[in-house]
C-alpha cells in the first residue's frame, strides 16, 4: 500500500438483484502458465502450452523469455491435433543470451523465476518493473544464485533493478536461503536447476515457509518435464529439496483454469445464496484454489465436483472462520471479503508475508474494508473481522488485481460500492469486469 492512489476511474460494482445462477469459465491458471514457458525456454526441445493464461503477468514472461532468444509463437489452435481448441503457443527453447531487458511488471514468478534463467544466459540482463516491484523481497534469489555461482550487479539494494551477468552456465550445488518471505524464492532456484552444471541442493533455513502448493506445484511440473527431485515431503530431509542435472523435455500441457481466479465467482454464489459452476475443475491440482471447496463450505456452502466442473452452490448464510492461510496466502483478499458480509467473526491467520505482496495486502484491506464502515484489524500475521453494516465508497486497490475483485464481492450486497482502477485485473484476469458482469446478467443465467 502506498500514499494517496493515483487512479482515478472508478467502476461501480453491481449489486446483485438475487442469487446469482451462472456458468463461468476461467483462464488459465498464472502460476501454470508462467512454470510452463520457463521449463519450455529451458527445454532440449520444442513444446507447447494449451489454453495459457494471456495476462499482464504471463505476457510479460513471454515477453523476456523472447528478449534472451526463446521463440514463443501464439496461435489459435484448431480442434485438429489436440481437443482443447483455443489458443496454444509453441516454444521453440534456443540459445539464451543477453544484452536483453527484462520488464518484471509487478509479477513475483518473472521477477523471481527469471533471474537463475538469465544466470544460463549469455550476456548482461537488466531486470526491472513498476515501483512496487523494486520493494518485494528478492534476496533469497540473488544470495541463492551468487552462491551458485552467479554474477549479479544489484548495487547493494538485494532488490531491483539489477543486472545479471550471465555466463553461459552456472556450477549450482548446495546453496541455503530464507524464503520465509516467498516461496517463489525455492520455485525459482529449483525450476533453472536441471540445467545448472551440478544440479541444485536447496535448504530453506528461517521461519515457516509459506505457499506449499506453489512449491508442490514447481516439483510436480518439473518432474513431468523429466527431471529427477527430491523433496521433504517425500520421505527426504526437511526443508531440503536436490534437482539433478538434466536435459528437459518438450512437454505439450493443457493449463488448468486458475483457481485462484475462480475465486471472486465462488464466492458470488457463497454471498447471495446463488450458484455457480466452474467448468474443467481439475479433479487433482496443485493449486492452493482448491482449498476453496474446503474454505467457502465452512463458510456456509456447499460444492460438488462432477464432469460438469465444480458447481458451489451458497445457502443464503455466511459464517465467519478461523484459519491458517500461510499455504493459500493468494486467496486472503477474497476470503476477507466473504467474511465482512458474514454472521460472525473471522480470524486470518499465518499471511504476514502478505505485507509484501502486490501492495501491503493487509493494510489495504483493513483501511478499504474499514471506511464502507467495516471492523477489520491486523494482526500480527492476519487479520480479525468482525462483520459490520456496510455501506457505499470508494475501494481503492493500489493497483492490486485480487483488492480490486474482492470488492466487487462485496460490491454484490453493498450498494454503492465503486472499484478504483478494476483494470488492474488485467494483471491475471483481463475479462474481469464483462466475466463479472455476464455472471449477473439474466440473459445469460444457466438454463434449466
Ligand atoms: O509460485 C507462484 O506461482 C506463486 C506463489 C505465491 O507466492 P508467495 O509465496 O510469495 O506468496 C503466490 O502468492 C503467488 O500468487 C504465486
Ligand atoms: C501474490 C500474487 O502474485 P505474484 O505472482 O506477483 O506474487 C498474487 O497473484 O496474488
Redesign the pocket.
Known amino acids: 500500500m502506498t500514499g494517496t492512489p493515483e487512479h482515478t476511474a472508478l467502476w461501480p460494482a453491481p449489486i446483485a438483484s438475487g442469487p446469482v445462477d451462472a456458468t463461468v469459465t476461467v483462464p488459465g491458471s ?2 501454470v502458465t ?2 510452463g514457458l520457463v521449463l519450455a525456454a529451458l527445454a532440449s526441445e520444442p513444446g507447447w502450452l494449451r489454453r495459457p493464461l494471456r495476462s499482464r503477468d504471463t505476457l510479460l514472461m513471454a515477453e523476456a523469455l523472447r528478449a534472451m532468444g526463446t521463440g514463443i509463437e501464439e496461435t489459435i489452435s484448431s480442434s485438429s491435433g489436440d481437443d482443447t481448441g483455443g489458443e496454444a503457443w509453441r516454444i521453440i527453447p534456443a540459445g539464451l543470451h543477453g544484452p536483453a531487458a527484462v520488464d518484471v511488471g509487478n509479477a ?2 518473472v521477477m ?2 527469471l533471474p537463475p534463467v538469465a544466470a544460463l544466459a549469455d550476456g548482461p540482463i537488466r531486470f526491472d518493473g513498476d515501483p512496487r516491484s523494486h520493494e518485494r523481497p528478492l534476496h533469497g534469489v540473488i544470495d541463492g544464485l551468487r552462491a551458485l555461482g552467479a554474477r549479479i550487479d544489484d548495487e547493494g539494494r538485494g532488490s531491483l533493478p539489477m543486472t545479471v551477468h550471465g555466463g553461459g552456465a552456472l556450477d549450482g550445488g548446495r546453496v541455503e536461503i530464507d ?1 520465509s ?4 524464492f525455492v ?1 525459482a532456484l529449483l525450476l533453472s536447476a536441471p540445467r545448472f552444471n551440478q544440479g541444485i541442493e536447496l535448504r530453506h533455513v528461517g521461519r515457516a ?3 506449499m502448493p ?2 508442490r ?2 516439483v510436480d511440473m518439473l518432474r513431468a518435464a523429466g527431471a529427477a527431485v527430491d523433496t521433504p515431503e517425500a520421505g527426504g530431509e526437511p526443508g531440503v529439496w536436490r534437482v539433478a542435472h538434466s536435459a528437459l523435455l518438450g512437454r505439450d500441457l493443457v493449463v488448468e483454469p486458475d483457481l ?1 481466479n475462480a475465486q471472486p465467482f465462488l464466492a458470488a454464489a457463497l454471498v447471495t445464496g446463488g450458484r455457480v459452476t466452474i467448468p474443467d475443475w481439475p479433479e487433482h491440482t496443485t493449486q ?1 484454489g482448491d482449498a476453496l471447496r474446503r474454505i467457502f463450505t465452512e463458510m456456509g456452502g456447499a460444492c460438488e465436483l462432477t464432469s460438469e466442473g465444480l458447481t458451489f452452490t451458497g445457502t443464503g448464510r455466511v459464517h465467519g472462520i478461523d484459519v491458517d492461510l500461510g499455504d493459500v ?2 486467496l486472503t483478499p477474497g476470503i476477507a471479503a466473504v467474511a465482512a458480509l458474514a454472521d460472525s467473526e473471522s480470524v486470518l491467520r499465518g499471511v504476514a ?2 505485507r ?2 502486490e501492495t501491503d495486502r493487509l493494510a489495504a484491506l483493513t483501511k478499504e474494508i474499514n471506511e464502507l464502515g467495516g471492523d477489520v484489524s491486523e494482526t500480527e500475521d492476519g487479520l480479525r473481522i468482525r462483520p459490520r453494516p456496510l455501506h457505499g465508497g470508494i475501494f481503492h486497490t493500489y493497483d492490486d488485481h485480487r483488492l480490486a475483485t474482492a470488492a466487487a464481492v462485496i460490491g454484490l450486497r453493498v450498494e454503492g460500492v465503486e472499484v478504483e482502477n478494476v483494470a488492474t485485473t488485467a494483471k491475471t484476469l483481463p475479462d474481469f469486469p464483462r466475466l463479472w458482469t455476464e455472471m449477473l446478467s439474466p440473459a445469460r443465467a444457466r438454463k434449466g
Open positions: 498464472k502460476s508462467n512454470r513475483g514468478t523471481r523465476f524464503a518471505s516467498s516461496s517463489q520455485s515457509l509459506p505457499s506453489h512449491i506445484m514447481t485462484s492452493p496466502g493468494e508475508h502478505l509484501l505482496h
